[in-house]
């Protein structure tokens, strides 16, 4: 049985069905980037090494450039595109800038991503390398910096901003911490 | 790169069937390592046959205290896991130690235990290399061979299996379970990787064209206290030169059960048992972790430039058995 090497495919992405016919050998990088004018999601290793080309899969961070793109199908895919509400940048975006948690820019879209997923996964109780005690019972650990490292230790950073990301993620991690106390607070007082 | 098929299965009977058609054929999990070894040629599979949508994905604590671990729960899913982190802490410690959050996520149970060697002979297929291309020769054991096995290695290949996960597995007896088209099996770790010999490229006792589907954890008490130390040769984000999971029940300063296994130092994770036995039994002071880390690397056999890893595990071990000790006398 002679199997087709290509499949036309529907990928959805940042809440939107795009239908494209995609080389079984294609990565989702080069699908977002080559086919789909996407090009926020940036190419840096290209072997899963620098967390440049880094998207959220269902919400958990990724690196697209080992992700094949006929098996993203039925996916949600969210890239440095879809982060934004409209014009109001997601806190993560707003801190990098207020940081300035990047020099050149290339490595950005990757941070933005995997902060956005950082966050949610400490907020999930996750435990990280650096965790002092992994077990339950000792409880989830703070977000402190060398727990943020440790965290964002997929993104590579040509350029050295570390310092300034590390600052952008926890004023970041800080916001949604609030956000979420004041949503809770809100609906106990309703 | 080869142009390949691709298939995406719901029902295991299905995947083993596809596969077992096909000897060029590979399963795709998180494909972290695969897609990888695609794009440098090492792996030229014409069918792709996906499984990560296999009802496979689930980690389920057994009432006699152990853990059976889906084959497509992904790295990041196991180490979060409560069970996991409360019965085998190692085991989670480990999976942190490993990669990064984001292949961490995309990264399945059942394709960490078959990822390849790391060799920077065997990804590149300029190069010879017995595991790849058997009988071209291993020009790492007179070239670049920091990284490579002090233990169970052979003059055919010195390469060292990748994994942090499969070291703490190691150390709490894990089973594999498999299903091809003839029938489910299981196969304990111990005996899942194959010794090295003239054959390194046979890697595992799997039958062709197997499934793996999941990872049984008997019960084990004494893995409560347990630990994974990884050292590597930046802080994070590296694979292991040298790794050690060790659990410990100490009482009264006698040394009731401990568990030993090595990472990077051989073709497969490495379980301590002489080092185990010589421990059993008797104290639980620096002295004796030495003297059975010394045991355990007798049998060990360097080349120029990888000798220190004699030194590494030796100090690990007494560092992470004296650290456990010491927690079990609080």
């Known amino acids: 049985m002679a199997l087709s090497t290509s499949s036309v495919i529907t990928l959805n992405i940042n809440g939107e069905k795009r239908t494209l016919p995609v080389d079984h050998r294609t990565t989702l990088l080069d699908a977002l980037r080559e086919q789909l004018d996407l090009t926020g999601t940036k190419k840096g290793c290209d072997?899963?090494?620098?967390?440049?080309?880094?998207?959220?899969?269902?919400?958990?961070?990724?690196?697209?450039?080992?992700?094949?793109?006929?098996?993203?199908?039925?996916?949600?895919?969210?890239?440095?595109?879809?982060?934004?509400?409209?014009?109001r940048l997601h806190p993560v975006q707003q801190?990098?800038?207020?940081?300035?948690?990047?020099q050149c820019g290339y490595c950005t879209p990757g941070?933005?991503?995997?902060?956005?997923?950082?966050?949610?996964?400490?907020?999930?109780?996750?435990?990280?390398?650096?965790?002092?005690?992994?077990?339950?019972?000792?409880?989830?650990?703070?977000?402190?910096?060398?727990?943020?490292?440790?965290?964002?230790?997929?993104?590579?950073?040509?350029?050295?901003?570390y310092v300034s990301i590390v600052q952008a993620v926890a004023q970041a991690a800080e916001t949604e911490a609030r956000r979420m106390a004041d949503t809770a607070e809100g609906e106990l007082t309703a | 790169m080869r142009e390949f098929g691709y298939q995406r299965v719901t029902e295991v009977a299905g995947a083993v069937a596809l596969l077992g058609a096909d000897p060029d054929a590979r399963f795709l999990g998180g494909g972290t390592n695969l897609v990888d070894l695609m794009k440098a040629g090492v792996e030229r599979p014409a069918l792709l046959v996906d499984v990560r949508d296999l009802p496979l994905g689930r980690i389920e604590p057994r009432g006699?205290?152990?853990?059976?671990?889906?084959?497509?729960?992904?790295?990041?899913?196991?180490?979060?896991?409560?069970?996991?982190?409360?019965?085998?802490?190692?085991?989670?410690?480990?999976?942190?130690?490993?990669?990064?959050?984001?292949?961490?996520?995309?990264?399945?149970?059942?394709?960490?235990?078959?990822?390849?060697?790391?060799?920077?002979?065997?990804?590149?297929?300029?190069?010879?290399?017995?595991k790849r291309a058997p009988g071209s020769g291993c020009p790492a054991i007179e070239g670049e061979?920091?990284?490579?096995?002090?233990?169970?290695?052979?003059?055919?290949?010195?390469?060292?299996?990748?994994?942090?996960?499969?070291?703490?597995?190691?150390?709490?007896?894990?089973?594999?379970?498999?299903e091809t088209a003839d029938g489910p099996g299981e196969l304990p770790l111990a005996e899942f990787y194959l010794?090295?010999?003239?054959?390194?490229?046979?890697?595992?006792?799997?039958?062709?064209?197997?499934?793996?589907?999941?990872?049984?954890?008997?019960?084990?008490?004494?893995?409560?206290?347990?630990?994974?130390?990884?050292?590597?040769?930046?802080?994070?984000?590296?694979?292991?030169?040298?790794?050690?999971?060790?659990?410990?029940?100490?009482?009264?300063?006698?040394?009731?059960?401990?568990?030993?296994?090595?990472?990077?130092?051989?073709?497969?994770?490495?379980?301590?048992?002489?080092?185990?036995?010589?421990?059993?039994?008797?104290?639980?002071?620096?002295?004796?972790?030495?003297?059975?880390?010394?045991?355990?690397?007798?049998?060990a056999e360097t080349l120029p430039h990888n000798g220190y890893k004699v030194t590494l595990m030796r100090n690990l071990v007494v560092a992470v058995l004296t650290e456990l000790a010491e927690e079990a006398a609080r």
């Open chain 1, 47 to 87: 072997h899963g090494q620098c967390g440049a080309c880094t998207v959220l899969l269902d919400g958990s961070r990724a690196v697209s450039c080992l992700q094949l793109a006929v098996a993203a199908e039925g996916r949600e895919i969210t890239t440095i595109e879809g982060v934004a509400d409209g014009d």
């Open chain 1, 95 to 102: 801190a990098f800038l207020d940081f300035d948690g990047y």
């Open chain 1, 111 to 161: 941070q933005i991503c995997s902060a956005i997923a950082v966050i949610e996964e400490h907020a999930a109780g996750w435990p990280s390398a650096v965790t002092a005690d992994v077990r339950p019972e000792a409880g989830a650990p703070a977000l402190t910096a060398e727990e943020i490292r440790e965290r964002m230790s997929g993104n590579l950073c040509r350029c050295g901003a």
């Open chain 2, 64 to 130: 006699d205290g152990g853990l059976h671990i889906g084959a497509t729960v992904t790295n990041s899913e196991l180490a979060a896991d409560p069970e996991v982190r409360r019965r085998y802490p190692a085991l989670a410690e480990a999976v942190l130690a490993g990669a990064s959050g984001q292949l961490r996520n995309m990264a399945t149970v059942g394709g960490n235990l078959l990822q390849r060697t790391r060799c920077g002979y065997f990804t590149d297929p300029a190069k010879p290399c017995n």
């Open chain 2, 145 to 178: 061979h920091h990284n490579h096995a002090i233990l169970g290695a052979s003059a055919h290949c010195v390469a060292v299996h990748p994994s942090d996960m499969g070291v703490a597995l190691t150390a709490f007896d894990a089973v594999v379970s498999y």
């Open chain 2, 195 to 299: 010794p090295v010999g003239d054959t390194p490229h046979r890697e595992t006792a799997l039958p062709p064209g197997a499934l793996i589907t999941g990872i049984t954890l008997p019960p084990a008490p004494v893995a409560a206290a347990s630990r994974y130390r990884k050292v590597r040769e930046r802080a994070s984000y590296a694979f292991a030169i040298g790794s050690i999971a060790a659990a410990l029940d100490v009482r009264d300063g006698v040394v009731r059960e401990v568990r030993l296994a090595f990472g990077a130092v051989a073709s497969r994770p490495w379980r301590a048992r002489t080092a185990e036995r010589a421990l059993t039994g008797g104290p639980a002071d620096a002295a004796a972790f030495a003297a059975a880390a010394d045991a355990e690397l007798a049998a």
